[in-house]
């Protein structure tokens, strides 16, 4: 992570968008499943959630900074807690059902994990 003020705040705000962006994709693929016999396959959560804990992991891991993989899991939070509210018109993007508190729960655990697990040795932090 740059040590510079001036440059870090930057990177964390470039990083924190990237996470609403990411947000934003993950909120859309979580509901694509695949049907193969009788058996319903949810890949679109298991990519959401495997992406957004990727993601998170690999901002820490590369800049060197857990502030990193914060910003990107801050940045995915507002999408996806703006999309599990009820719209004025009573529109809802995540509806109340067991597949979308997966996608919460599983996300969220992971990615607070995948950030705050302990950096490499030498990552200056």
């Known amino acids: 992570m740059p040590s510079s003020p001036a440059v870090r705040l930057p990177v964390l705000a470039a990083l924190f968008v990237c996470g609403v962006v990411l947000g934003l994709v993950a909120v859309g693929v979580v509901a694509l ?15 959401a959630v495997l992406g957004v804990a990727c993601s998170v992991r690999g901002a820490a891991w590369l800049l060197g900074s857990r502030r990193a993989g914060m910003a990107v899991l801050l940045g995915w939070f507002v999408p996806t ?4 509210a009820v719209n004025p018109g009573g529109d809802v993007v995540l509806t109340d059902e067991p597949r979308t508190y997966v996608y919460l729960l599983t996300t969220f655990a992971l990615g ?9 040795e030498g990552a200056a932090e």
Request: aromatic content about 14%; overall charge neutral.
């Open 33 to 47: 499943e695949s049907t193969i016999r009788s058996v319903t396959l949810p890949w679109g959560l298991a990519l």
């Open 81 to 84: 807690f703006a999309f599990s």
């Open 112 to 120: 607070l994990a995948a950030a705050t697990w302990p950096l490499p």
